[in-house]
């Protein structure tokens, strides 16, 4: 059962235009997200979080919104730059006052690919 | 410089073999955890730990052994058990608190001969 599901396998973006990548959850438990950017043959780096007590929440050029009553989450980066051109995953957590040890489920990946 | 360091970067197992990965961190970061990679999927949960000498199954722990003995270190074997070990494996690491991202080493590719 997937929990998280990241439905676009791949997304192409031209140069200063907005990517939007989104997520859709099953579990209405889960409280915290996060998306990570992941290069082939690297680790994922974290690039941002959402708490489920707000609905969007920005950092640079990215920006995370969140709709809980859809349990669907996105994120925006504007402007796209080719450096962004990696995998992105989302990512979900149920906080349990700190006996979830901050388990994350993730989803398949979006592959974003921004052309210069 | 903090971080976690996975090794090797690429491991080659024969067929019935045992294989450990190394997962060491410097973050002084209290959880840890495995999880598996395969192309066109997202990463699924091994095995994780809160505190030295205690960790606990994840979603895929069939074929997978841990250990816990010291805060820094999170080795990961792969067993003979293990019947489709060809992936890619990431370790990672977090306060293991609410509200706290993980992240992650670079990976170690683990090939069949």
């Known amino acids: 059962d997937q929990q998280v599901k990241q439905n676009s396998p791949s997304l192409s973006v031209q140069e200063g235009r907005i990517s939007i990548l989104n997520c859709d959850y099953t579990?209405?438990?889960?409280?915290?997200f996060l998306w990570y950017k992941k290069y082939p043959a690297e680790g994922p780096t974290f690039l941002i979080s959402?708490?489920?007590?707000?609905d969007k929440n920005e950092d640079g050029r990215f920006t995370v919104f969140l709709n809980k009553s859809a349990k669907h989450l996105s994120l925006h980066i504007v402007p796209s730059q080719p450096g962004d051109s990696a995998v992105y995953f989302c990512a979900a957590s149920v906080n349990a006052g700190g006996t979830s040890y901050g388990k994350l489920t993730f989803g398949q990946g979006t592959i974003l690919t921004v052309h210069p | 410089d903090g971080g976690i360091t996975q090794s090797p970067k690429y491991l080659f197992r024969k067929e019935g073999q045992n294989v450990t990965l190394s997962c060491e961190q410097n973050l002084n970061h209290d959880a840890m955890y495995w999880y598996r990679q395969d192309p066109g999927q997202g990463l699924r949960l091994i095995y994780y730990s809160q505190i030295v000498n205690d960790f606990q199954k994840g979603d895929i722990a069939e074929g997978y052994s841990v250990s816990r003995e010291k805060k820094e270190s999170f080795p990961l074997t792969v067993t003979s058990a293990q019947k489709n070990p060809t992936a890619f494996y990431l370790c990672a690491s977090s306060m293991g608190r609410d509200n706290q991202p993980q992240h992650f080493g670079d990976g170690t590719r683990l090939s069949i001969l």
């Open positions: 959402i708490s489920s007590i707000k």
């Open positions: 579990n209405s438990m889960f409280d915290y």
